[in-house]
């Protein structure tokens, strides 16, 4: 889960000695956009990037296009290049497409052997038990963390690496509305009863039907995370 939420320290930039300088440079501002530190709409602005992480502008310029084909950034002609702020009919896609692959995950652990299934309970049991701290201690972005590592494990557990590929380019695009979507301590602790009920589903799963439960639970809850994320908007 490095890809969502370890990004690079900029004081870091000074001693490193390689080639690859464009993707140190976009994975820093990767970190930067999945912790937070970077909101939608903010500007991305060329020469405060070379300043702060002592390069020139050849590899800034690199990530800022890889950014930009990964639709995290926009650049605008005149202007600069900002973090994207997704349309509501982008989201509402991008909702859809990751309920299709939760579900298909929800379905394949739940019908993996009862040993690895149980080994997947218990981490997701984990996540949960995290989830509830950072409610009592209102800590938004440990929950949110602990909310990315629990969806992730059924895609890690899945096993399937083209949806993997597919899940987190959604994910990354997702970040850039989703964090609104569990600002309210309501909408956190909706998701986290949510959370465990799944996890319950994948414990009880011992047969087709009960694969097929899990699954729809995760996905229901995918699009439920869409309405609350509505709910939200003005």
Known sequence: MDWLTSPVQSDEFAEIKNTSLGKLVRDYLLG?????ALVPGQALREPELVEQ????????????????????VVSRKHSGVYIRELA???VHDLYQFRS????????????????????????????????DRAIADGNTQAYYNANLQFHWLFIEFAGNREIAKSYREVI???HLARVKNLSTEDHRRQSNAEHKQIVQ??????SIAGAHHCAELLAHHVINAHKRLAEMSP
């Not at 390069?55 to 930009?68: F, M």
């Not at 692959?101 to 009862?114: I, K, Y």
């Not at 589903?201 to 011992?206: E, I, M, Q, V």
């Open 32 to 36: 930067q956009i999945m912790s937070g």
């Open 172 to 174: 990354q695009k997702l």
């Open 201 to 206: 589903a994948l414990r009880d799963a011992s």
């Open 88 to 90: 509501e009919d982008e």
């Open 53 to 72: 992480m002592k390069v020139s502008r050849v590899p800034v310029r690199e990530a800022l296009r890889e950014l930009e084909s990964m639709g995290l």
């Open 100 to 131: 299709l692959m939760d579900n298909h995950a929800g379905r394949v652990v739940a019908e993996l052997p009862a040993e690895r299934r149980l080994a997947l309970v218990e981490k997701l049991e984990t996540c949960t038990a995290a989830m």
